[in-house]
């Protein structure tokens, strides 16, 4: 994404902006400020920066229903955080996790304008398209400056040697094509959410592939298997980003920054650790999630004094899909493959217990005699399958990222 | 609900056309003097404006003294500053 210079900013584009119906609305009415100023300084005083943030925002008035379920959404709440933290910790250690959080979180948090009018803060701002109101956030300037480095170096296949998904690269799809207004706004099955995994799997899947997928499928794999068996990441994902030892702190300035030790790219098949009946999986794609027992000890002692109660190696949908992955390749690419499951030896000894005894595998599915295995020759990778086309270049859906492709 | 807001859209829009009107006859109106210069033949305020819809009076109207200068690409060049690059000192992937 090229940066935007500081003029195109704030420069309000009239072809664009003028034909939005928001123009007839005053800015000041959005943005306070002092319209009959005659300098800058002044013109400024008061001024809101972003009115889609603030509790009494103008956008109540005319969108109430997306206003109100989007202020309960995860991505106003941030609950995710609050449900990953405070489970691992206790209650007098809570104000603490909350200074550290007014530290470290207060700028993730995604306001309508972040999606719809102007790029997110941490890219430093600036108008998508001249002030007009964007009704289909373009993902290169919404989405992925915020999920920056997990999710789009997966979904643009930017993690060295590890391919795309089949979906951007094969079909386009942009994030908006599976996460819905709905889903981001906080409505319907979204509504009132405190973890991004609480409730039914959304999107989900088969509502795109319920033809391909059961017995009918024709296709082995999917017929052999029960449907809570293996979630579909779990044999249509690659490798992703797994962390250790997070640490975040400040500078004597109070600058707030993060330091990861150590991140390394890797697929684990773990013992599903949230099964439901809205996730009923056996096994799923785990991840090591960036958390360590000293993360926040810049803030406190022991502020993670409960920290295996929920497993580090957690839950995850990675987004770099394919038709063909190594461990279903084959049959045997998976059963009697240990290389590729979670057990104990690959867990650090002193994460080896609490939540993440429900993660690790005991005993691998075995190789059943007569199971095809992979050939002792390189089968082909997937990208030799698909090609890997970049398609046309298309700035307003890749947001301006020329490399999307990932390729 | 579709119909109430319709109706509602009526007298939002209304009150809005009305206000803008009002400011559009104030030809004194201070607001016209921010930044302290008249918009210039070629500013891009003037050339949008001729060959836009008519409307778009209305949304001069409502951007007030602001788009004096945001709607000016020379006006906001000249002052617009780079924020100091933000310090970045985190490291790996968040």
Request: hydrophobic share 30%; glycine share 8%; aromatic share 6%.
């Amino acid at each position: 994404m090229p940066p935007l210079e500081a003029w195109e900013k704030v420069w309000i584009n009239l072809d664009t902006y003028g034909s939005d119906f928001h123009a007839y609305i005053k800015c000041t009415a959005c943005h306070g400020g002092d319209p009959d100023a005659t300098d800058m300084e002044t013109a400024h005083q008061g001024l809101i920066l972003d009115p889609s943030s603030v509790p009494l925002s103008p956008c109540k008035s005319c969108h109430e229903e997306i206003f109100v379920s989007a202020a309960d959404s995860l991505h106003n709440t941030l609950a995710g955080y609050d449900t990953a933290l405070y489970e691992r910790s206790s209650p007098e250690h809570y104000q603490a996790l909350e200074t550290m959080q007014s530290y470290h979180c207060n700028s993730c948090h995604a306001t309508c304008g972040d999606c719809h009018i102007s790029q997110p803060n941490s890219v430093g701002g600036g108008l998508l398209d001249g002030h007009a109101f964007v009704k289909t956030p373009p993902m290169s300037r919404t989405c992925t400056a915020c999920h920056g480095s997990r999710v789009k170096n997966e979904y643009f296949g930017l993690n060295e040697g590890v391919l795309g998904d089949v979906h951007l690269r094969q079909a386009r799809m942009a994030c908006t094509a599976c996460h819905t207004a709905e889903e981001m706004h906080g409505m319907g099955a979204a509504s009132g959410s405190a973890h991004r995994y609480d409730g039914a799997e959304n999107p989900s899947c088969e509502s795109c592939h319920a033809d391909q997928i059961g017995p009918q499928s024709g296709i082995p794999q999917h017929m052999v298997h029960k449907p809570d068996t293996l979630s579909c990441q779990a044999c249509h994902s690659l490798s992703y980003t797994n962390c250790t030892n997070c640490h975040v702190d400040r500078t004597e300035d109070d600058v707030p920054f993060y330091s990861v030790e150590a991140h390394w790219v890797g697929f684990y098949l773990g013992r599903n650790p949230i099964q439901s009946e809205d996730r009923p999986y056996k096994y799923v794609p785990v991840r090591h999630v960036p958390i360590d027992i000293n993360s926040f000890s810049a803030y406190g002692e022991n502020l993670l004094s409960n920290f295996l109660t929920r497993p580090t190696w957690t839950y995850a949908t990675p987004h770099n899909i394919q038709r063909i992955t190594p461990q279903n390749q084959t049959c045997g690419s998976c059963h009697g493959n240990e290389a590729i499951f979670l057990t104990a030896d690959k867990v650090s000894e002193t994460e080896r217990g609490g939540a993440n005894l429900n993660v690790i595998v005991e005993t691998i599915p075995p190789l059943f005699p007569g199971m095809p295995t992979p050939e002792p020759t390189q089968p082909p990778t997937p990208e030799e399958e698909t090609g890997g086309e970049a398609g046309e270049s298309d700035a307003d859906f890749w947001g301006s990222d020329g490399a999307a492709g990932g390729e | 609900m579709q119909r109430r807001f319709r109706v509602w859209l009526l007298i939002a829009v209304g009150a809005l056309l009305l206000g803008a009107a009002a400011l559009l006859y104030s030809a004194t109106s201070p607001a016209a003097a921010a930044c302290n210069t008249a918009p210039s033949a070629t500013s891009p305020v003037r050339g949008a404006h001729q060959g836009a819809p008519a409307d778009l009076a209305l949304v001069q109207a409502a951007g007030e003294g602001c788009l004096n200068c945001h709607a000016d690409q020379e006006k906001v060049k000249a002052l617009a500053v780079e924020e100091e690059p933000a310090e970045s000192l985190s490291e790996g992937p968040g």
